[in-house]
């Protein structure tokens, strides 16, 4: 009897078995590459950013935020509306004005003199030997709505309540007494809009575990883009550290008829001040990264959860970075460094 042509359930077996092998090295090929393109997407995404930021740094100062909690990056413009360098005063010795002061003219109450190098952080500084303020004016550029940053050096020689920089109850930086050095405190005064009625609601950030050491400079730095808070201190000159970071997206409300002051209602400065800066924030829109993809945080005990590059006419800005900047991606197990230097440029 002739055999019917066929196959046998043994070899049946036999070639789904290798298809099965060929299959799962097929679809482990596709998941790896689906995963590398996820990589290529996020490693893409800050990349792009950072070029963003540093062609927008041209114009104005500007910054990439790294949010490792959130996992995505993007960047903030930085519009001055006021700074101050503290250089050399002018005008006659009763209400002398203030050199150094951009846009507006700024005048010294109390026994403001000024400190040649090297009591100024660079080169002269203004002193007040028992407290003093100065007065900026009141001009709408100083009532900011969407966001802010402050940004001043202080040399405390006393541990007091004294006004760093302020905008009437709108926004500012004060120094409160600790238990044995100062104490820094941000206040935001937002908008608490309930049953169509805009009705302020002042917020105050307290950096108690970070006094500051009396007579050494200290750069103190608040920054608020209409999605968090964040507070810095730079005690070394080597770029602030962040101390604080607090969700928020309300609107800052301005008091309209307040002057902007260093020193002022709170207690007047009792040290040295220098190279103050105020600043509009208008922020980007988020970049959100691959759930594949990570960014390690910072600090010996991954403490730093977010922080900022600053950039200013396309470089690093020096007064916030003495060495390169470096944000470390994490994917498939590994470390992948993506470098910035000096100049702006990404390193290859």
């Known amino acids: 009897m002739k ?11 036999v070639v789904m078995a290798i298809i099965s092998v060929l299959m799962g090295f097929g679809i482990g090929m596709f998941q790896s590459l689906g995963a590398g393109g996820k990589f290529a997407q996020a490693d893409g995404t800050v990349r792009g950013t950072i070029r963003a930021v540093r062609f927008s740094s041209q114009s104005w100062p500007a ?17 001055t509306v006021a700074s101050c360098s ?3 005063p002018v005008g006659d010795e ?16 109390g026994d403001g003199i000024l400190k040649p190098y090297p009591f100024g952080h660079t080169g002269g500084g203004l002193g007040f030997e028992s407290g003093g303020s100065v007065d900026f004016g009141n001009f709408s550029e100083y009532d900011l709505v969407e966001g802010v940053s402050l940004s001043l050096w202080i040399y405390p020689t006393v541990n007091g309540q004294m006004d760093l920089v302020r905008k009437g109850a709108s926004y500012g930086l004060k120094l409160r007494r600790g238990p044995g050095a100062p104490i820094v405190e941000g206040f935001l005064n937002l908008a608490d809009e309930a049953d169509d009625q805009v009705r302020p609601s002042r917020q105050a950030y307290l950096l108690s575990d970070y006094p500051l050491t009396l007579n050494r400079w200290h750069r103190v730095v608040l920054n608020y ?3 968090a808070v964040t507070m810095a201190i730079d005690s070394f000159g080597r770029g602030p550290l962040l101390r604080l970071r607090q969700p928020e997206t309300r609107r800052i409300v301005p008091d309209r008829d307040a002057p ?18 105020v600043a509009g924030i208008l922020a980007g829109a988020d970049r959100a990264l691959p759930t594949e993809v990570g ?12 922080w900022q590059i600053r950039f200013r006419d396309g470089k690093l800005d020096p007064e916030f970075h003495r060495a390169e900047e470096e944000i470390t991606l994490l994917f498939g197990g590994r470390e992948y460094e993506i470098r910035v230097n000096l100049m702006g440029e990404i390193e290859k």
Request: aromatic share 6%.
């Open 94 to 109: 009763s209400t002398p004005g203030v050199i150094g002061l951009s846009y507006k003219h700024g005048t010294i109450r």
């Open 295 to 306: 960014i390690r945080p910072r600090g010996a005990k991954g403490e730093v959860k977010s």
């Open 260 to 277: 902007l002051t260093v020193g002022g209602d709170d207690g007047p400065v009792v040290g040295r001040v220098d190279d103050m800066i």
């Open 3 to 13: 055999r019917t042509a066929g196959f046998t359930l043994v070899e049946i077996l």
């Open 63 to 79: 910054a990439l935020v790294v949010d490792c909690e959130q996992n995505l990056v993007y960047g903030l413009e930085f519009r």
């Open 225 to 227: 883009d209409r999605t």
């Open 86 to 88: 503290f250089e050399a």
